[in-house]
C-alpha cells in the first residue's frame, strides 16, 4: 500500500464565526476520496458538510479495488438521497475528488472544484473541473439564485447532490501505477495557494508535509484579513489535502 498523508483544518463560516469543517476525507486500503460539503446559504436546508459525511459513509462501500468509479459515485448519491428525503436542485451539495489504486493502475474521478495532482514520469497533471470556475469569471454566479439554477443542469456545474446522473459528468483519467510518484486530492481551501494566491507550485506542495502546505496558506491569508489582495467570500475557507505516496 502507498504511504497516505493527510491534513486538515477548519475555516469559518459566511459569518466569520468558526464552526467545524464541512471537508471530509478518506483512506481506504485502495483509494482516497475527498469531500468538500458547499457553504449553505439557506438555512432551511441541511448543511453541506452534513450531506458531505453521509455521502462519504456511502462512497466507502461503493468505491471498491474494481468498481467502475462513476457508478460507484452515482449509487452513493441514490443511497443519501432515497434515505434522507433528498430532492434534485433543493438539497445541499459537495465536490467529489477520488484517486483509487490497484497493482497496475491509478484511477481518478473530479466533480467540482476539489482537484486531483499527479506527478510522476509525465510531469505534473492536474485533473480540475473547471466549469464552476469558468461562470464564476464570467461574473454568472452573482446570488445564490444564479447557483441553484445552473447546479446539474447543461450549461451549467456539476456537484453531488441529490441526482445520481451527475456522477457521470465527472472528469476521468487513468494512469499505469508505474507512471506515477505522487498523487495529490485537495480541497480549494488548499488549491488557492497554488491557483490564485501563487504561494507555491504543486512540485513544492508535493516535496512539503501536508500541514506545513496548510499554514503557508493560512499565513498568507491572515495578512490579508479583509480579502484585499485576494477577494473571496470567507478569510479561510476549510481546508483538506491527502498526500498518496506511492513506493517503487
Partial sequence: ?????????????????????????????????????????????????????????????????????????????????????????????????IARWTEDRVDTLVLADSP?????????????????????????????KDVYQLRNTEGGFWVAEADPKAAYQALRRSWRREEIDVVMLASDGVSAGVDEYGLFSWLDVASMKPHEVLETVRAAEREDPDGKRWPRSKIHDDQALAVVRFQG
Avoid at 453541506?48 to 452515482?74: F, K, N, P
Avoid at 485533473?127 to 464570467?138: I, K, M, T
Fill in 116 to 144: 486531483i495532482v499527479v506527478c510522476g514520469r509525465n510531469g505534473v497533471e492536474v485533473v480540475f473541473d473547471d466549469r464552476l470556475s469558468s461562470l464564476r469569471s464570467n461574473k454568472k454566479l452573482r446570488t445564490g
Fill in 1 to 97: 500500500m502507498p504511504e497516505v498523508e493527510v491534513a486538515e483544518h477548519p475555516g469559518v463560516g459566511l459569518d466569520g464565526k468558526v464552526r467545524p469543517t464541512e471537508d471530509h476525507v478518506l483512506v481506504l486500503p485502495h483509494a482516497v476520496v475527498l469531500l468538500d460539503g458547499a457553504t449553505q446559504p439557506r438555512p432551511e436546508l441541511p448543511t453541506g458538510g452534513w450531506y458531505a459525511g453521509l455521502l462519504i459513509e456511502e462512497l466507502s462501500r461503493t468505491v471498491t479495488v474494481d468498481s467502475d468509479l462513476a457508478d460507484a459515485l452515482a449509487l452513493a448519491i441514490e443511497n443519501v438521497a432515497r434515505d434522507n428525503g433528498l430532492e434534485p436542485r433543493n438539497s445541499p451539495s459537495s465536490t467529489v475528488a
